[in-house]
């Protein structure tokens, strides 16, 4: 064990992160936990903010924020965060892991925000200015950051100024967050932008689709869709040089992909997609005949019939997902229904529920929303309050430790949404909470020692979104 641990250690090969999956998974336990959390839509007129919560069981100040660092600016949607290089840099001793990267969903700002100086709270280092993303690459909308071999930063955009979803595609910022371009060669961009994976011993890149921002930021609404405003499509890349290979057509089971992730093993060419609206886990892998990619139905998440809800049947909204460092199990969350789940994937063709926990959602004891089961009768879920406090909206992002065994949970999915779905979110706040996880035989059970109640900050209720650790997590990582 101490082997590993030694070995697994940045000291030895100089450069940020870890050398493999499994390294990581012994690397040191999470004592800091960095969480965006938005006043955007809530009718507040703070700046969003990054939260640092103290997730050390021993410290005086365990399961609370400790430090808020507000964006200079209103109304920015800060959303997902990455890191300027993690172990895709692990062989390079002039990197160093100092920066998250934090895009603006509406803004189009892009912070970077440096951690090292004092981690418990970070400062400001600067931030791109949107007119010069749109200026320079027409880019608008910027999501997902990952952090590149090259010491590049790729960040990508899901459309152009106007929210129209043919603009988008991806921004690349050299490694003092100046803007380089777009990555994609021109004519390759895809159809809808969201989420994005590498795997470079396969030389592919897979990016999702969400839809037009100029839909998706007013509300969801199922006209947009029919109307063909919401993807349903994954695109293939050659990588580094972005030409698009493939497109892959979820069709009616696979709409909005939106979270993308390969297993963390950097030889294998398998990995899953969750469909938020079609409640669908995908599983796609190339096929070794033909070299193509190809993709079928992993999990599936029954809708539910409902009554006194908007429509008669509610999908489970699969919302986020990740993998463990050693691609053994998988976890989910069900925005609407309200369940984070477990899957073992040690075969990724035959997935396994192992375990399941109810953390909210919209058919909570007391709700007027009813399900109703196969021979008529109705029920609905019992969510327990923890520390006193009941849990608001539904499970949303997740982040998991490096050992696997502790599963941090967010509420808010953005502003809008959370508006229209969870009306009481943005009013009363949200909430932070971690899932105990057994390892070993699977299952899923809330820690009742920690909670963070978003309800209770300094200047009024906020939404908690996206998750990071100082050293790097399941989510950010890429191994090369």
Not at 174 to 199: A, H, I, M, T
Not at 297 to 313: D, F, G, H, Q, T
Not at 398 to 413: A, E, F, H, M
């Amino acid at each position: 064990e101490m082997a590993t641990a030694e070995s697994g250690c940045c000291r030895n090969s100089g450069g940020p992160g870890y050398a493999s999956p499994l390294d990581a998974m012994s690397g040191p336990r999470e004592t800091l936990i960095y969480v965006t959390c938005v006043y955007t839509g809530s009718g507040r007129q703070n700046p969003d903010y990054l939260a640092t919560v103290d997730v050390d069981p021993s410290s005086p100040t365990y399961s609370e924020v400790i430090h808020r660092l507000p964006m200079p600016q209103l109304n920015d949607e800060l959303h997902h965060s990455g890191w300027n290089s993690c172990s895709s840099c692990y062989g390079n001793a002039f990197a160093e892991r100092r920066y998250l990267v934090l895009p603006s969903l509406v803004s189009s700002r892009i912070y970077a925000v440096d951690t090292q100086k004092n981690p418990r709270a970070p400062i400001l280092y600067k931030y791109v200015d949107p007119k010069e993303i749109a200026d320079k690459t027409g880019l608008a909308y910027p999501h997902t950051a990952h952090c590149l071999a090259s010491g590049d930063i790729m960040v990508s955009c899901l459309g152009d100024t106007d929210g129209n979803a043919e603009g988008n595609g991806f921004l690349l910022l050299d490694d003092d967050f100046n803007v380089k371009g777009r990555w994609e060669k021109p004519g390759n961009s895809p159809l809808y932008g969201y989420d994005f994976w590498y795997q470079p011993r396969h030389k592919t890149m897979i990016s999702t689709s969400w839809g037009a921002p100029s839909a998706f930021t007013k509300g969801f609404s199922l006209d947009d869709v029919s109307s063909g405003l919401y993807g349903r499509h994954l695109h293939v890349y050659s990588w580094p040089d972005g030409e698009l290979k493939q497109t892959l057509d979820l069709g009616a089971a696979g709409l909005l992909p939106l979270e993308i992730r390969f297993l963390h093993d950097p030889d294998k060419d398998v990995g899953f997609v969750g469909c938020a609206l079609s409640s669908n886990m995908v599983r796609f892998y190339r096929n070794e005949e033909s070299g193509k990619w190809e993709h079928e139905l992993a999990v599936s998440v029954k809708s539910l019939r409902v009554r006194n809800w908007i429509l008669p049947e509610m999908p489970g909204l699969i919302t986020d997902f990740l993998i463990s460092l050693d691609d053994r199990f998988i976890y989910f969350s069900n925005w609407l229904h309200g369940d984070i789940r477990q899957y073992n994937i040690e075969d990724p063709t035959k997935p396994r529920l192992t375990g399941q926990v109810w953390v909210g959602g919209l058919i909570v004891k007391g709700s007027p929303v009813v399900a109703e089961a196969g021979d008529g009768t109705t029920f609905q879920y019992d969510v327990p309050q923890v520390q006193g406090h009941d849990l608001r909206g539904g499970p949303q992002m997740i982040q998991l430790s490096l050992d696997g065994k502790r599963l941090y949970v967010t509420n808010s999915l953005f502003s809008t949404w959370d508006r229209q779905f969870y009306p009481q979110l943005p009013e009363k706040g949200g909430h932070m909470l971690q899932i105990d996880v057994d390892t070993l035989e699977g299952g899923l059970a809330i820690n009742p020692d920690f909670f963070v109640d978003f309800g209770s900050e300094p200047d009024g209720p906020s939404l908690p979104h996206e998750m990071r650790y100082p050293g790097g997590d399941c989510t950010s990582d890429i191994w090369i």
